[in-house]
């Protein structure tokens, strides 16, 4: 994979230490953050996180408290957001509304005093790459929902930088446009090469784009790593929680030798690589839906009564209730199973979480 | 059909009562007094309305008299001053309070005071203000520039801009207040967008938001002049007209003729000209606004 190679690559930006305070509050603490040449990275977490403050200050749009910043190796924790060399699309779109197509695109160009030629040459290959050619006499009124954001990406595109930063890009439009946006986006990524930065609270957007996700809560990068790394070896409690849907299954419980055990439920996880010692005896255990088999496996099994099904066409969810705990099961569509009936479950240790019942990150 | 549809005339019956009074008044006070008025301008009448035409005579008596031309070149230059000032004024305090600035609460308040004082208070306010016995030119003085003089309210050439003044004082804040307004409900991404483009400040106001603030704009212009057409106790407080003839108003002028000068036909002439000067501004601005295409 390209991952492995980019995460030895060189920089493109740095953030170091960065702190940002709004009066008393404190939004972002101590935040540290390298985004490799050419990646795609994204910034997940929910509402209020700090993810749009953190674009923000690394688009120079916020005046940071402490720390620094560096594109391309350039401290330019001070700088205008012009002469940082990003481009950036809003969630709004933000297109001037009285100007059309072309002159969104070229105004921010002429105010640089480009000789008009190149003007025309980068608006033209940009509408090219978005193929909005057609609009360019058109003002953003007269545009739909998803042209709109195109055109926004194409003024970003024209601007020739490094960097691109997203703010929720594909928050406003509906789902079945979202989705073409988003493989467009994927396909512009793999065919510009940049440095992109996105910000999302839509997991699916963040799994489906990016090379490395950066989950934040509460001014904090919980985890950094490949989307495959978050699904399958989450850093911690929350991370767990946060991805997938529906989320993983998540047990309280006492760990005795190999042994589980929670409220009239024990499973031996014998064979689970511990990355340390848990520092009590009190532990999460977590398995996701999906990973759960059906049947008498080889490992441990038991057996669950169905209480909720939700048949969702590809697959259906099954709501059953372990240790104590809601648990759901992810099965295939087709089967045809209603509330009440028994099912037997097998937990296969290589797909099993534990977390540390205290400070709640990976065992 | 016994069952036909309900009567179109029934529908909405409550509220259709409720505009009853409403449409009455309009009828009757407005179109009715207008029509009345327009009518009576075409007669004789002195102390009271008479039905003796005399044709077009009130008119040419009007455009004859020399204080209706001073009227209307007054109108003219503080109409003119006052509408482009005082949005200048208003926009550039706006764009000032816009700037997340500490106690903009305290300085809208400040700014919007004297838009709550009546033009009586505010004429009389400027003109003990314009006083150079002992207003801004005898404070100056007091301060040794002995040479120091504005005297605006006793020349009759430059009288009317000090009732501009006044005018200006009085009328920026409401302009201020309407400008912040559009201000703050401009998308604040468009100004990140902006400043990613590298955009300065002044350029942006320009070229974008100004334009984006046009209905704000066409409110606040509508403000303004129905309150230049109708400026009359302004005047009266702060110069009564004077020096002579100087700082005479057609409002002032209409008032005068009908109730102290016992000229009803002559104060109706000239209110029908202020009516036609309003509707050759109105007529096509609102062919331009509402008729042609209609817009998204």
């Known amino acids: ?363 | 059909m016994a069952t036909g549809k309900p009567i179109r005339l029934f529908r909405n019956l409550s509220s259709k009562i409720a505009a009853i009074p409403m449409i009455l008044t309009v009828l009757f006070v407005f179109v009715g007094g207008t029509a009345w008025t327009v009518t009576y301008s075409f007669t004789s009448s002195k102390l009271l309305p008479k039905t003796k035409f005399v044709g077009l005579r009130q008119y040419e008596r009007l455009w004859e008299t020399e204080r209706w031309l001073v009227s209307i070149e007054n109108l003219m230059i503080y109409g003119l001053c006052s509408m482009v000032l005082s949005l200048l004024i208003g926009f550039i305090l706006a764009a000032l309070l816009d700037q997340k600035i500490r106690f903009e609460n305290t300085f809208r308040s400040i700014m919007l005071y004297p838009f709550a004082l009546s033009f009586i208070v505010t004429g009389l306010v400027w003109q003990w203000l314009l006083n150079p016995d002992f207003g801004i030119q005898k404070i100056i003085n007091g301060l040794g520039f002995t040479s120091f003089e504005f005297n605006p309210l006793y020349n009759s050439d430059i009288v009317i801009y000090g009732v501009l003044i006044a005018g200006l004082w009085q009328g920026s804040g409401l302009v201020m207040v309407l400008m912040l307004a559009g201000l703050r409900g401009i998308d604040q991404d468009i100004w990140k967008a902006s400043r990613v483009d590298g955009i300065p400040a002044w350029k942006t106001y320009l070229f974008i938001i100004i334009p984006m603030m046009r209905p704000v704009f066409i409110t606040t212009l509508v403000l303004i002049a129905s309150g230049i057409v109708k400026l009359y106790d302004l005047i009266v407080a702060q110069t009564g007209g004077g020096p002579g003839i100087a700082s005479e108003v057609p409002a002032k002028y209409v008032y005068d003729y009908m109730f102290q000068g016992q000229n009803l036909g002559q104060g109706f002439a000239a209110s029908t000209m202020m009516l036609l000067a309003v509707l050759i501004v109105i007529i096509p601005w609102a062919y331009l606004e509402f008729g042609g295409k209609k817009r998204g």
């Open chain 1, 1 to 363: 994979m390209t991952i492995t190679t980019q995460s030895t690559g060189q920089p493109s930006v740095e953030v170091r230490d960065l702190v940002l305070k709004f009066g008393e509050l404190t939004v972002l603490k101590n935040l540290n953050l390298d985004v490799y040449e050419g990646e795609f990275l994204v910034l997940l977490g929910s509402s209020g996180c700090g993810k749009s403050t953190l674009l923000n200050c690394i688009a120079g749009l916020l005046d940071v408290s402490g720390g620094q910043i560096f594109i391309k190796g350039n401290n330019v924790t001070w700088a205008e957001p012009s002469e940082r060399g990003i481009g950036m699309v809003f969630q709004s779109y933000a297109l001037y509304p009285q100007m059309t197509v072309e002159g969104n695109m070229s105004f921010g160009l002429k105010n640089q005093k480009l000789p008009k030629d190149e003007i025309a040459q980068r608006v033209a290959r940009a509408a090219e790459i978005l193929q909005i050619e057609p609009l360019m006499k058109r003002k953003p009124s007269a545009l739909s929902g998803g042209q709109r954001q195109r055109v926004a990406i194409g003024r970003a595109l024209v601007r020739d930088v490094d960097v691109f930063l997203f703010d929720e890009p594909l928050s406003n439009l509906d789902a079945k446009l979202r989705a073409d946006l988003r493989v467009e986006l994927k396909q512009l990524h793999q065919q510009l090469e940049n440095t992109m930065i996105y910000v999302t609270h839509d997991q699916v957007e963040a799994m489906t784009l990016a090379d490395r996700i950066a989950i934040m809560k509460d001014g904090l990068i919980q985890q950094l790593a490949s989307p495959e790394e978050i699904y399958n070896r989450p850093a911690n409690l929350y991370v767990a929680d946060f991805i997938g849907s529906p989320s993983m299954n998540l047990i309280k419980g006492k760990l005795s030798g190999d042994t589980f055990d929670a409220d009239g439920f024990a499973v031996s996880v014998a064979g689970y690589d511990f990355s340390r010692q848990p520092s009590s005896n009190e532990v999460w255990f977590g398995i996701r839906p999906e990973h759960v088999e059906l049947g008498e496996g080889s490992g441990p099994h038991f057996e669950v009564t169905a209480e909720v099904v939700e048949p969702l066409g590809s697959d259906t969810l099954v709501m059953t209730r372990l240790g104590g705990e809601r648990f759901w099961l992810r099965m295939d569509g087709q089967s045809r199973v209603t509330s009440g009936d028994k099912l037997t479950i097998g937990l296969p240790v290589h797909a099993v979480s534990l977390f540390d019942g205290r400070d709640e990150t990976r065992l």
